[in-house]
């Protein structure tokens, strides 16, 4: 390829051409692959390398994004994840499957099956995670919803309405507002686990997190909707959620059941995915991660599951402490390991 060739490859953010070149930039010193979804370089900024060895030899270094040292074709996960790097940067047009297949060099079928196995969701399913990120970060960057549905790339507002609704949490409009003209009522339950605060929309439980400080539990609240309206229940005023209240602190005294409230939670399509089989494990008993992505048909994806573990913001309800690593130790757990192994150690008693 001659220069004029690479620079619209780069401009395409072609992953066709990232086996052929790289192409570094000499005012931040970053070497990328041609489809790398980072900002586009000026044309004077830019030199074309051979491979990466060329472009570390030339002194620059390798762009965290589109990791370009990785150039093991036959690789199918760095193949997937080139891919996901032409869906970022095409996310506004219409990328049909077979398209996609072209890109890969692989036939649709094997496409999908691949590229489920490697990421852990469709092609289409990404596609749509991608564009409700960019529709998201237009709206929090304060763009009107209509142009916010055009640049995302979702085509209509009906496209997107359609899969808003469990994502958000709320109208795109309040979401846009960070919640403004949402009200979140709270409540702190004293529990054997310690603080235990909790926040709901009308549609539900958005936020259930231990901590030692109530007040650092209600900044977070905060800081996730800082337009929102966020006050305490009185609860004699709002006897749903004083019972909601009372039941989870009666099953982490170990005298109820785990109850089934209802929640607003939102995630990206795989986030939603994990979080759900989650709640299918029986209480009382745990999974690998690596188990997780073999039951939701991702078996490569078991670090993306202990990510989606560690994104939740619903404890107990999604209950991520069931989630164990391969060799038997507890792995990760964002409110601590001691209160992963105390509901482990309670959802095992009331089996027994």
């Not at 489809?35 to 900024?45: A, F, G, I, L, Q």
């Not at 909707?225 to 004699?236: D, F, G, K, L, M």
């Not at 008993?285 to 073999?294: D, I, K, P, S, T």
Request: proline share 6%; charged share 25%; with cysteine.
């Amino acid at each position: 390829m001659d220069e004029q060739a690479m620079w619209q490859a780069v401009c395409g953010r072609d992953a066709r051409a990232d086996a052929a070149f790289r192409y570094g930039v000499i005012t931040t010193g970053v070497y990328c692959r041609p489809s790398c979804p980072s900002r586009r370089p000026r044309r004077e900024h830019v030199r074309f390398f051979a491979d990466a060895a060329a472009a570390r030899a030339a002194g620059f270094r390798a762009c965290r994004r589109c990791r370009p040292d990785n150039t093991d074709a036959n690789d199918p996960v760095a193949r997937m994840q080139a891919l996901c790097r032409h869906i970022e940067a095409h996310a506004e047009q219409n990328l049909r499957l077979e398209e996609l297949a072209r890109v890969a060099g692989l036939s649709p079928s094997r496409l999908q099956r691949v590229f489920k196995a490697a990421i852990g969701v469709s092609p289409r399913q990404y596609l749509e995670s991608v564009r409700l990120g960019r529709f998201k970060g237009a709206l929090r960057e304060g763009a009107r919803v209509t142009t916010a549905i055009h640049e995302a790339g979702f085509g209509s507002a009906s496209r997107l309405y359609e899969r808003v609704d469990t994502r958000l949490g709320m109208t795109p409009q309040q979401y846009r507002a960070r919640g403004k003209g949402v009200t979140i009522s709270f409540a702190v339950a004293p529990t054997p686990l310690g603080p235990a605060m909790l926040g709901a929309t009308d549609r539900g439980l958005c936020y259930l997190q231990f901590g030692d400080d109530q007040d650092q539990l209600l900044a977070q609240l905060r800081a996730e909707y800082p337009q929102a309206t966020i006050e305490r229940s009185p609860a004699e005023a709002d006897a749903p959620f004083a019972d909601w209240v009372a039941a989870l602190a009666a099953h982490l005294a170990g005298t109820a059941p785990r109850p089934e409230l209802p929640l607003d939670i939102r995630g990206t399509a795989f986030q939603m995915r994990v979080w759900s089989f989650l709640q299918s494990i029986p209480s009382g008993q745990v999974r690998a991660y690596a188990e997780v992505a073999e039951a939701i048909g991702a078996p490569r994806a078991a670090r993306a599951v202990a990510g989606a573990c560690a994104a939740n913001r619903i404890a107990v309800l999604i209950p991520c402490h069931r989630v164990v690593r391969g060799d038997g130790g507890l792995g990760g757990y964002r409110w601590g390991l001691a209160r992963k192994r105390t509901l482990i150690d309670l959802e095992r008693r009331e089996r027994s």
